[in-house]
Structure formats: C-alpha cells, structure tokens
C-alpha cells in the first residue's frame, strides 16, 4: 500500500479554444513535476476554456486529447487527472479523466452542468458516479459544479479516500469556492482537492485560481494562491486518515440516500 499520495496542482491559464495550444503548454507544465509527483491535477476543460461551442470544439475519444494524455502519463510516470469536451454517439460531455502510467484509464461525464452559462443547453448529462483505485487510494471525480451537491459526492462507508474537482470557477465566487472545499473534507472524513484557473476567459470572465487541498479535518494542506500560474505539490498520509476514522468514527452514523 502507498500510505504517502504525492498530487500536484496545476494552476495555469487556458488559452481559448485553442487544443493543439494548451495540450502543447499543458503538456510542458507536466514534464517540470516528473519525478516528484505521483498524481498531477489539470483545471477543467483544460484544452478548450469553458466553452458552450461543443460542436467545434469536441475531441472524440480516439482524437488528438486522450492518446496525447495517455503519452505523458507514460512517460513522465504519473497519473493525470483532468477535463475535456468529448463527442460521443452525437452527444457531447465535460468529460473528467484519470489515466495511468500504466494507460488504464477512467472517465466521469459532469453531472450537474452549469445551467446560468447554458451549459445544460449544450452538454448532456452524466449519471454514474466514479472511484478510481490507484496506488491502493480510492479517489473519486467530480467536476466544478458538482460541488455545490453534497448529496452527489457523498462519501459513503469510506467508499473513497480522496475527492477531486477539477474547475472554471470565477472570481466573484470565491469565497464560495474555498468555503466548499473544506466543508466538503469534513463531511465526508476525506481529503479534497480541488483544481482551478487563473486568467481571462474568451468571454470576459476572470478565474482567481485559490487551488487547494484540505484534510479530512478540513485544515489547508496545499494553496496556490490568487491569479498566479504556479504548481503546488503535497504529500497525502493514507495512516492519519485511517486513524481519524478509527477514532471519531462518524460516518458510522451517517444518513443514508439513493441517487437516481
């Protein structure tokens, strides 16, 4: 068992609807951690920006994303987590991933899209949550919106050990953004670790970054600030986990929901 879990945080700009140029950019800021990481977090839609312009935008899953993904993993040894608009069988997702040094790989379709952009106009819908086991971590997917539904990433019998979100979230919602996170680590006796941009999108609208991870106590392990381009790597301890479990076992008393 990998008791330590290294993840780094990619906090980066996304120049938009560009694939060829961040899958290039992106794929420069992953080479700098090789080696010193065993998980590498990317911002959600980090080929494209969030854009409702799926038609032109989409990657199939045989394009040019997955197989560039899958070769970084390879190579540069770590697994890689992030989002993409993907087309599949006409529909098309804000498609998480999670793929392996060893090219396993693992999506998870968004499940709450982001009505006040039109997200729902132009995206379907997932219905399948998603847990990755990796280096002996159960970690489960969400994507940005997701975190203001508790009941969806609901951490059931310990089912994970850490909860991932990849966003776009603006800066206006800030606050909103950093308050979730830690609420979402002490609900579910979990770590978080949620990924954001920094910029300026095509649409005007400004990311502040405020990437950050938390322990299931909900004490900041990682941040990597405000409006900066910056990676931030931490090291995750699977025996404090278990051991708060062990000891304050409050996810015996749970309430219990059936999704869908």
């Known amino acids: 068992m990998a008791d330590s879990l290294r993840i780094s945080m990619i906090q980066s700009h996304i120049i938009w609807e560009d694939r060829s140029e961040n899958l290039g950019y992106y794929g420069e800021l992953l080479r ?3 080696g010193k990481t065993d998980i590498a977090v990317l911002p959600e839609t980090f080929t494209t920006g969030f854009s409702m312009e799926v038609e032109k935008l989409a990657d199939t ?7 560039t993904i899958k070769s970084w993993a390879k190579t540069y040894g770590m697994a890689i987590i992030g989002s993409f608009i993907a087309e599949e069988n006409g529909a098309y997702y804000n498609r998480a991933f999670f793929i392996t040094p060893e090219g396993e790989e693992y999506y998870y379709d968004k499940r709450h899209l982001f009505r006040m952009a039109g997200e729902d106009k132009h995206f379907s819908a997932g219905d399948k949550r998603v847990i990755v086991n990796y280096k002996d971590w159960n970690i489960c997917l969400q994507v940005c919106y997701d975190l203001r539904f508790p009941v969806w990433s609901r951490n059931v019998k310990n089912e994970y050990d850490l909860l991932v979100y990849v966003a776009n979230w603006p800066e206006p919602r800030k606050k909103v953004w950093k308050a979730l996170l830690q609420a979402r680590a002490i609900e579910n006796m979990a770590y978080v670790c949620g990924v954001n941009r920094v910029g300026i999108d095509g649409k005007g609208f400004v990311y502040h970054g405020d990437s950050m991870v938390f322990s299931p106590k909900g004490k900041k392990l990682a941040d990597a600030g405000k409006r900066e ?3 931030r790597t931490c090291a995750l301890q699977k025996d404090e986990l278990d051991d708060l479990r062990t000891k ?8 219990s929901f059936q999704l869908l």
């Open 229 to 231: 381009e910056i990676t």
């Open 61 to 67: 899953m045989n394009g040019e994303t997955i197989p």
């Open 248 to 255: 304050f076992p409050v996810w015996k008393d749970e309430d």
């Open 32 to 34: 700098r951690v090789s």
